[in-house]
């Protein structure tokens, strides 16, 4: 039985209709979630630093700081039923007497527009490999030919900056019909398609990898390689691949019908996250062994892995291009969740079509993304704090502002929603709440500042005074 309160509550109506069905709900938000974050970042990130440990400490972010956070944001979203932005003022005000934490709402707007500035060019990228793959070009070209082509890519501004283009694209159409129409089918068959071929990957791996040496990198920790700031960078990947902390999922909660299970969604969603990106790992770390590249090289480690295992296959442009097809799908349903809350917040705010919202906020973004593009060539000696421009973008977002926004999103649900609210949104099922609650009120702001303070260095500088 739900108390008046929900009741009350459940009358509101989100301006942008609703999920068909709680798996219409999963399948979305398994498609924001499942992106380039699992098959591009996980792999290069987890070799940067170092695997094994790094690995570990990402499963544990996902179970302890990952779930409540998702849980916290979608049961904001769906009491709200708004844009987070308004979302956030509306339940502040509700709540706790106080709009103010309508600006965590903005923050999340903000990190999803200079997310998807970034997130655009490497789909553009992917879009671009469909192509290659397609002509041939990486048959019979071992490690050193398959470099050059990608950096030959890399090195010509334009033709980045043209797929880029083409990316951005295809998502302002699509944000602009709606998310529920096309979206949905998407990803129905994308997520099993995309989940067969790294299957049929891995068993290539298997047979012509070291999959020995790459089990033992992703899988024996050794702690003494962990830096505080490996441990941010684990932290902050927990928070991407997730797409948690800057109001996507609070965003796709909106449109959730109210009878459908926040605990069990999220689960589904985060198993399916992870397994895919420990499935992308097993995949290219054998690869990187067996051709003796470097599992530190950076953004541009599966650009180089995935098209040489291709190369070698039989079959291999017809599977190559079909896997870099599916990628860019995947980057497609989430590069729509980044720009989500954006756009819902200039329509129900400016009054607004889709349409018009969809192209301003694309606009921007593209116009944004211009400084990644040219990261990886023109200005690639121009460097500051931690690299080139997309180094910090990059940084900037995963690994400080997502983190802060899970930190202001569960100090929300824990501490000032009341119980009541909280309770009537995840069913108050005993021992699924309550781990909720510890997890939401302690575990993951305290987890969160900790991390933060350590990769700065601001608690051994105090202990040391
Ligand atoms: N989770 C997506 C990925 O792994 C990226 C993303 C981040 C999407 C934040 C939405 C919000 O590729």
């Not at 950096?151 to 302002?172: E, P, Q, R």
């Not at 790459?214 to 700031?229: E, N, Q, R, Y």
């Not at 108050?428 to 303070?453: D, E, Q, S």
């Amino acid at each position: 039985m739900q108390s008046n309160q929900a009741t009350e509550t459940g009358k509101r109506n989100s301006l942008h209709g609703q999920w068909s069905s709680r798996m219409a709900f999963i399948l979305a938000v398994t498609g924001s979630a499942v992106g380039l974050g699992n098959i591009w970042k996980f792999p290069y990130v987890a070799g940067q630093n170092g695997g094994g440990a790094f690995v570990l400490v990402y499963l544990a972010c996902v179970a302890l700081i990952g779930m409540p956070v998702m849980m916290s944001e979608i049961l904001i979203g769906r009491r709200g039923r708004r844009n987070p932005i308004s979302t956030m003022a509306l339940l502040g005000a509700e709540e706790g007497n106080a709009r103010h934490w309508q600006w965590v709402g903005a923050m999340g707007v903000l990190a999803g527009v200079l997310i998807l500035s970034y997130y655009s060019v490497i789909g553009g990228w992917t879009l671009a490999y469909v192509f290659k793959s397609g002509s041939g070009a990486f048959s019979e070209s071992g490690a050193a030919g398959i470099t050059a082509i990608r950096d030959a890519f890399l090195g010509n501004w334009k033709t980045v900056a043209l797929f880029h283009t083409i990316f951005m694209t295809l998502t302002i159409f699509v944000v602009a019909r709606g998310v529920e129409r096309g979206l949905e089918q998407a990803v129905r068959f994308m997520v099993p398609a995309l989940l067969i071929l790294l299957i049929t990957l891995l068993g290539y791996s298997i047979n012509s990898g070291h999959f020995g040496e790459g089990l033992a990198f992703m899988f024996t920790p050794d702690f003494s390689k962990l830096t505080w700031d490996s441990v941010l960078a684990a932290m902050g990947q927990a928070f991407f691949t997730l797409s948690i902390g800057m109001g996507a999922v609070m965003a796709y909660g909106a449109y959730l019908p109210e009878e459908t299970s926040i605990g069990g969604s999220s689960a589904a969603v985060a198993i399916a996250d992870t397994s895919i990106a420990t499935l992308a790992g097993l995949v290219i770390f054998p690869l990187v062994f067996a051709n003796n590249l470097d599992p530190a090289d950076g953004p541009g480690l599966v650009f180089i892995t995935l098209p040489l295992a291709f190369g070698q296959m039989p079959g291999g442009v017809f599977f190559s291009t079909l896997f870099f097809l599916l990628l860019s799908f995947a980057a497609w349903t989430s590069a729509i969740s980044l720009m989500e809350p954006a756009v819902a917040w200039l329509v129900e705010r400016f009054n607004r079509t889709r349409s018009e919202a969809a192209l301003m906020i694309g606009l921007s973004i593209w116009a944004l993304g211009l400084g990644t593009v040219l990261s990886f060539n023109v200005l690639s000696e121009f460097k500051f704090l931690r690299g080139t421009i997309f180094d910090n973008l990059d940084h900037l977002t995963i690994n400080i502002m997502l983190p802060l926004g899970g930190v202001f999103i569960t100090v929300f649900a824990g501490w000032v929603m009341c119980r009541n609210s909280t309770s009537d949104e995840l069913g108050n099922t005993g021992n699924m709440y309550k781990l909720w609650r510890i997890l939401a009120r302690f575990v993951a702001p305290i987890g969160i500042i900790f991390v933060f303070l350590k990769a700065v260095g601001l608690l051994d500088y105090l202990s040391n005074q």
